[in-house]
């Protein structure tokens, strides 16, 4: 069956608007395009529109889409097999998160008090979902879903001053990478070597076994994700640079 844009846009809810970019940027191409200029999709592009949706609803840029999908090697199968997980995880995070604001909801209306745990188990679920929405998809590809779940469950299962030690680490480390580049100091510096060390702490807070290539690939998304670049470069350019060499340097 062939759709005319317009019909396309009814079916996928996706506007024709956005269906005009999607074409123009080489993400979306019609089957055809007819002499009066109107587009038509065939059964591959209306197949193609539902991946696209698929890694939107995930958080996937557009870029990235483009460059999964037109990868020869694309196992579709195997793509929408990871979305269902992704999918189902986030649905977990969302559904615990959920019964915490129901319980806020009913201390409120009873006028009693929450207590600290489960005010702590509240933030604690927000805070993975947002990783998980940021960096999820980056965490699976590379080491696998068990080993980022393993992780997930690492910091769910923090207790209260677990998660207070490993919330301050992660301060720390931000500071004194600031301030050590607005210092111009080198990587493998002593205060480099510092800073390694309470990163790896902050690793490993979780009881997680230290692992060296992990730490080393870790500190190398951080040049090479712009969000994570974004994330210690936010207020000193340079941070997220300094730690990476400090890492391939210092991490043992």
Not at 107 to 122: G, I, P, S, T, W
Not at 126 to 143: H, P, S
Not at 207 to 224: I, M
Not at 236 to 245: H, K, N, S, V
Request: hydrophobic share 35%.
């Amino acid at each position: 069956m062939e759709y005319s844009i317009q019909a396309l846009s009814r079916l996928s809810g996706v506007t024709t608007r956005t269906l005009r970019w999607y074409d123009q940027i080489g993400l979306l191409k019609p089957a055809r395009v007819a002499q009066s200029g109107y587009r038509y999709y065939g059964p591959e592009e209306v197949d193609r529109l539902r991946d696209i949706l698929y890694y939107r609803a995930l958080g996937v840029e557009l870029a990235q889409i483009r460059e999964c999908l037109n990868d020869p090697s694309f196992d579709r199968l195997s793509a929408l097999r990871g979305h269902l997980r992704a999918l189902e995880a986030r649905r977990c995070q969302l559904d615990r998160l959920i019964r915490s604001v129901r319980d806020t909801i009913r201390c409120e209306e009873r006028n009693e008090r929450m207590n600290d745990k489960q005010k702590f188990e509240a933030f604690k679920e927000q805070t993975l979902m947002q990783y998980e929405k940021a960096y999820g998809r980056e965490v699976r590809e590379k080491y696998g879903d068990a080993q980022a779940n393993e992780a997930i469950a690492a910091v769910r299962n923090l207790t209260q001053a677990q998660y207070a030690e490993w919330t301050k680490l992660g301060e720390a480390i931000c500071r004194r990478l600031e301030a050590a580049v607005k210092a111009g100091l080198s990587p493998l510096s002593e205060e480099g070597e510092a800073i390694v060390a309470l990163h790896r702490r902050w690793l490993t807070v979780t009881g997680n076994a230290y692992d060296t290539a992990k730490h080393r690939g870790l500190a190398e998304l951080y040049v090479t994700d712009e969000r994570f670049t974004a994330y210690y470069d936010r207020e000193t350019p340079g941070c997220a640079r300094f730690l990476r060499d400090a890492v391939s340097h210092w991490a043992k």
